[in-house]
């Protein structure tokens, strides 16, 4: 038996390298005063009340009613865009004595050029809206805003490249021992691993028994909107705190083990190693291009069965790698969201990191190994040596099994990460690049933009629907990569440093960029149409039951159009501050400080090109995902 230590006791405020004053204690603050800001936005937003407009003066003296497909209370529906609102701040005209309600002024003033011919519509049920994008005003101001923020203002805040001041800032957390014991106990995290679990097997019921109908099922939005959207915003905040709960690992883990708490022991598993060939997080790339050419070619979101067969198939595969490989070699290598949130959480403002004075002496390596009171780690991090996110699945096993005391769970600045000086991989790089691709890619087939494309290169090569979506989606995803090699050769030639490190190390430097696009974009979803949600709990199968007494409401979005642009625009300058930001650390780090200029200008003009994007696909109309709602 190990002999064990007392537990350090980390101070609650660690700011290891110097001493880092209110610029480390504003560097901690900054992601929550943004988070305040944007409830701020939201609780502003729904208190204001729209404005009434009516046709003529003779409609002043007439009693308006409320039978344009809402009740007045709580949700109404424009009759021009087709869009859920909220009838209290809505937009609002009296026509024909029925009162009328606007997503935005834009949907108003084009109702006023019609109104007969609207209200007429309005009485017709519709399968589907489309959603404004930005007013050119505020597109081009936003841009405006870029262009200033990108030459020389940022230069102010750069640093020398290295990981000091501020960006070491740290709180411990778990210096507060109710916390910490939490983390130690075998109850973390098997119940709210018990809580996941019921609601992904009721997602599958729901999706493989449930009405087909995307409207009246819980299946699609749950997963789509509210689970797949929500988990880029709890990144921010909370790390891969999804692995730590995820379903699919624990379902995985309770079938091979044959229980449901405790260190593995005895078990089913074969655990066989890894292939050397996949160990790398190409496997996970391939599932992530797969998965959204299934998603996006044949509209999966609004096929609950489909959504079903997909959550099942993510389960048939940690299943299979538990019983056959050691550890979670599936968690590591594989799996595409536990990747796609490891690269995001780069950015995190939260971390799991081992005190390292605490484990001077320490000859056990149980953090690493395992022991009677835990698993050792399962996707093979050393924790005595973790510095970045991207593989911890804080999973908190660490904390059960270190005999010293030596983890913590700290609060950081974000990005504090992607400032670490480390090794690149060309793995990462490409699945960073992949996602600003993609993040785009899916706010394009949104747009009637894409359909047009869709429907000239059917008509120019011949092909099916499928394989002319493929070839798009290919040409689409490989565009914004190749447009970014050739500014990085650009940049080698002219800084004369090595192309591979220009490449691997600016590529990471555009995950805010793509993070914050993909918040903007998830933002549409998750405010507009995630409160749908609440009616859908009452009746999950679209049965006709009414378990809660909500499946009649009429849910209105969160936040009003208006409300929706200016949350848009904050995420994405924030994303290019932070790219610009990375990207000069980056550029003096390389070069020493020497020709900083010549490496960063071309990476310059890709933050721009790429910023500029994210605003011009949030200015196109966009048709909602769950459109039958």
């Given at each position: 038996?190990?002999?064990?230590?007392?537990?350090?006791?980390?101070?609650?405020?660690?700011?290891p390298k110097?001493?880092?004053?209110?610029?480390?204690l504003?560097?901690?603050?900054?992601p929550?005063?943004?988070?305040?800001?944007v409830?701020?936005?939201?609780?502003?937003?729904?208190?204001?009340?729209g404005?009434?407009?009516?046709?003529?003066?003779n409609?002043?003296?007439?009693?308006?009613?409320?039978?344009?497909?809402?009740?007045?209370?709580?949700?109404?529906?424009?009759?021009?865009?087709?869009?859920?609102?909220?009838?209290?701040s809505?937009?609002?005209v009296?026509?024909?004595?029925?009162l009328?309600?606007?997503?935005s002024s834009?949907?108003?003033?084009?109702?006023?050029d019609?109104?007969?011919?609207?209200?007429?519509a309005?009485?017709?049920?519709?399968?589907?809206?489309?959603?404004?994008g930005?007013?050119?005003?505020?597109?081009?101001?936003?841009l405006?805003l870029i262009?200033?923020?990108?030459?020389?203002?940022?230069?102010?805040?750069?640093?020398d490249?290295?990981?000091?001041?501020?960006?070491?800032?740290?709180w411990?957390?778990?210096?507060?021992?109710?916390?910490?014991?939490?983390?130690?106990?075998n109850?973390?995290?098997?119940?709210?691993?018990?809580?996941?679990s019921?609601?992904?097997?009721?997602?599958i019921?729901?999706?493989?028994f449930?009405?087909?109908?995307?409207?009246?099922?819980?299946?699609?939005?749950?997963?789509?909107?509210?689970?797949?959207?929500?988990?880029i915003?709890?990144?921010?905040?909370?790390?891969k705190?999804?692995c730590?709960?995820?379903?699919?690992?624990?379902?995985?883990?309770?079938a091979?083990?044959?229980?449901?708490?405790?260190?593995?022991?005895?078990s089913?598993?074969?655990?066989?190693?890894?292939?050397k060939?996949l160990?790398?997080?190409?496997?996970?790339?391939?599932l992530?291009?797969?998965?959204?050419?299934?998603?996006?070619?044949?509209?999966?979101?609004?096929?609950?069965?489909?959504?079903?067969?997909v959550?099942?198939?993510?389960?048939?595969?940690?299943?299979?790698s538990?019983?056959?490989?050691?550890?979670?070699s599936?968690?590591?290598?594989?799996?595409?969201?536990?990747?796609?949130?490891?690269?995001?959480?780069?950015?995190s403002?939260v971390?799991?990191r081992a005190?390292?004075?605490?484990?001077?002496?320490?000859?056990?390596?149980?953090?690493?190994?395992?022991?009677?009171?835990?698993?050792?780690?399962p996707?093979?991090e050393y924790?005595?040596?973790?510095?970045?996110?991207?593989?911890?699945?804080?999973?908190?096993?660490?904390?059960?099994?270190?005999?010293?005391?030596?983890?913590?769970?700290n609060?950081r600045?974000w990005?504090?990460?992607?400032?670490?000086?480390?090794?690149?991989?060309l793995?990462?790089?490409?699945?960073a690049?992949i996602?600003?691709?993609?993040?785009?890619?899916?706010?394009?087939?949104?747009?009637?933009?894409?359909?047009?494309?869709?429907?000239?290169?059917?008509?120019?090569?011949?092909?099916?629907?499928?394989?002319a979506?493929t070839?798009?989606?290919a040409?689409?995803?490989?565009?914004?990569v190749?447009v970014?090699?050739?500014?990085?050769?650009?940049?080698?030639?002219?800084a004369?440093?090595?192309y591979?490190?220009?490449?691997l190390?600016?590529?990471?430097?555009?995950?805010?960029?793509?993070?914050?696009?993909?918040?903007?974009?998830?933002?549409?979803?998750?405010?507009?149409?995630?409160?749908k949600?609440?009616?859908?709990?009452?009746?999950?199968?679209?049965?006709?039951w009414?378990?809660f007494?909500t499946?009649?409401?009429?849910?209105?979005?969160?936040?009003?159009?208006?409300?929706?642009?200016?949350i848009q625009i904050?995420?994405?300058?924030?994303?290019?501050?932070y790219g610009?930001?990375i990207?000069?650390r980056?550029?003096?780090?390389?070069?020493?400080?020497?020709g900083?200029?010549?490496?960063?200008?071309?990476?310059?003009?890709a933050?721009?090109?790429f910023?500029?994007?994210?605003?011009?696909?949030?200015?196109?109309?966009?048709?909602?995902?769950?459109?039958?709602?």
């Amino acid at each position: 038996m190990n002999p064990v230590s007392a537990p350090s006791r980390p101070a609650a405020l660690d700011l290891p390298k110097k001493k880092t004053g209110w610029m480390g204690l504003t560097a901690l603050l900054l992601p929550y005063a943004l988070g305040l800001l944007v409830l701020g936005l939201i609780v502003q937003d729904r208190g204001r009340a729209g404005s009434t407009v009516y046709v003529d003066a003779n409609e002043m003296a007439r009693t308006a009613t409320t039978d344009n497909g809402t009740d007045g209370a709580s949700g109404a529906v424009d009759p021009v865009c087709g869009m859920s609102v909220r009838a209290a701040s809505a937009e609002k005209v009296v026509f024909d004595g029925h009162l009328f309600h606007f997503c935005s002024s834009y949907c108003r003033t084009a109702f006023l050029d019609k109104p007969a011919d609207y209200a007429k519509a309005s009485l017709t049920p519709r399968l589907s809206h489309t959603m404004r994008g930005l007013p050119t005003r505020m597109y081009q101001w936003a841009l405006v805003l870029i262009l200033i923020l990108s030459f020389g203002v940022i230069e102010l805040l750069a640093g020398d490249g290295r990981e000091t001041g501020p960006m070491a800032a740290r709180w411990n957390l778990t210096a507060w021992a109710p916390l910490r014991r939490l983390l130690a106990s075998n109850l973390f995290p098997l119940i709210p691993r018990v809580v996941t679990s019921v609601l992904f097997l009721l997602v599958i019921a729901a999706g493989l028994f449930g009405n087909q109908n995307p409207a009246m099922n819980i299946a699609p939005l749950l997963t789509w909107t509210v689970w797949w959207t929500g988990l880029i915003f709890a990144v921010l905040y909370l790390g891969k705190g999804w692995c730590t709960i995820c379903p699919w690992d624990a379902l995985a883990g309770w079938a091979e083990r044959l229980k449901f708490r405790g260190p593995r022991g005895e078990s089913l598993g074969l655990n066989l190693p890894w292939p050397k060939a996949l160990r790398s997080i190409w496997p996970a790339v391939g599932l992530f291009l797969a998965l959204t050419w299934v998603e996006l070619g044949m509209g999966i979101t609004l096929i609950p069965r489909a959504t079903a067969w997909v959550a099942l198939g993510m389960l048939g595969m940690a299943v299979a790698s538990a019983f056959l490989f050691e550890r979670k070699s599936f968690c590591r290598y594989a799996c595409l969201v536990g990747r796609v949130s490891g690269l995001y959480a780069l950015f995190s403002s939260v971390e799991i990191r081992a005190t390292k004075e605490a484990c001077f002496g320490c000859g056990t390596l149980d953090c690493w190994k395992g022991n009677a009171l835990g698993d050792g780690c399962p996707t093979f991090e050393y924790p005595r040596a973790m510095k970045l996110n991207t593989y911890c699945t804080m999973c908190t096993e660490c904390f059960k099994t270190c005999p010293s005391g030596s983890m913590s769970l700290n609060l950081r600045p974000w990005a504090s990460d992607l400032v670490v000086e480390g090794k690149p991989r060309l793995d990462e790089a490409a699945l960073a690049l992949i996602l600003l691709s993609m993040t785009a890619f899916h706010g394009l087939t949104m747009t009637p933009t894409w359909a047009a494309l869709l429907e000239a290169t059917k008509a120019a090569t011949g092909l099916s629907f499928m394989g002319a979506f493929t070839a798009m989606m290919a040409a689409f995803l490989a565009l914004p990569v190749l447009v970014y090699a050739a500014l990085a050769w650009i940049s080698a030639a002219w800084a004369r440093v090595k192309y591979r490190d220009i490449f691997l190390r600016f590529a990471y430097a555009l995950l805010p960029i793509a993070l914050f696009y993909h918040l903007a974009h998830n933002a549409e979803h998750f405010l507009m149409e995630g409160p749908k949600v609440l009616a859908l709990i009452s009746d999950p199968f679209g049965w006709g039951w009414n378990v809660f007494g909500t499946a009649r409401w009429t849910v209105p979005p969160l936040v009003s159009l208006e409300g929706l642009w200016r949350i848009q625009i904050l995420f994405v300058l924030v994303g290019h501050l932070y790219g610009l930001w990375i990207t000069a650390r980056t550029a003096r780090r390389l070069t020493a400080g020497r020709g900083v200029l010549a490496v960063q200008l071309p990476m310059l003009l890709a933050m721009v090109a790429f910023s500029w994007g994210s605003l011009w696909l949030l200015k196109q109309p966009m048709e909602m995902r769950i459109s039958g709602m």
